[in-house]
């Protein structure tokens, strides 16, 4: 096989900087904190989160739905753990941590939230992929599901990376 033609070795992220990832997103924003949200993967084309229902997340005390600020907020998170991802993906060459320290100028600068149904379970899981990768912007689109697996909610954005 030419070197044209060979597939390119999929990338595996150190542990060091998954465990960066990890703590960004779950203990130095302290906002997901607040929100509950844990990390369950990173990949370079996927990231999954969880969120568990709790009182102070309730939106309508009647039915016991998650607040949409929480979806909305949730899904920017994921977004932008997306492309910390891709980002991460395609400077391998560097370290852990000066891949991690790539991170400190990603922003928001569009999001959009759909809501298909209300937000209710017992937990949710969240989803994000990276769309495009550019030097300057990168697009992204989520998703928010029950713990049924049912689609509540879907989101895109668009983040500025330098």
């Known amino acids: 096989m030419s070197p044209r033609t060979a597939a390119a070795a999929p990338v595996v992220f150190e ?14 924003i302290v906002f997901n904190r607040i929100l509950g949200l844990k990390v369950t993967s990173i990949a370079p084309t996927k990231v999954t989160a969880r969120i568990d229902m709790r009182n102070d997340l309730v939106g309508h005390y009647a039915y016991n739905r998650v607040h949409g600020g929480v979806i909305s907020a949730g899904l920017d998170a994921m977004g932008g753990m997306a492309v910390m991802a891709a980002i991460g993906a395609r400077h391998m060459d560097e370290t852990p941590a000066q891949r991690l320290h790539r991170f400190a100028k990603l922003g928001t600068i ?26 300057r912007v990168a697009s ?23």
């Open 110 to 135: 569009d999001l959009r939230v759909d809501y298909l149904r209300p937000g209710i379970g017992e937990w949710f899981e969240l989803r994000a992929e990276v769309m495009r990768l550019g030097s």
């Open 15 to 28: 542990p060091e900087f998954i465990i960066g990832v990890t703590k960004i997103f779950e203990e130095m």
């Open 140 to 162: 992204t689109r989520m998703e928010f599901l029950g713990s049924d697996g049912k689609l509540l909610s879907t989101g895109s954005a668009a983040y500025i990376v330098s």
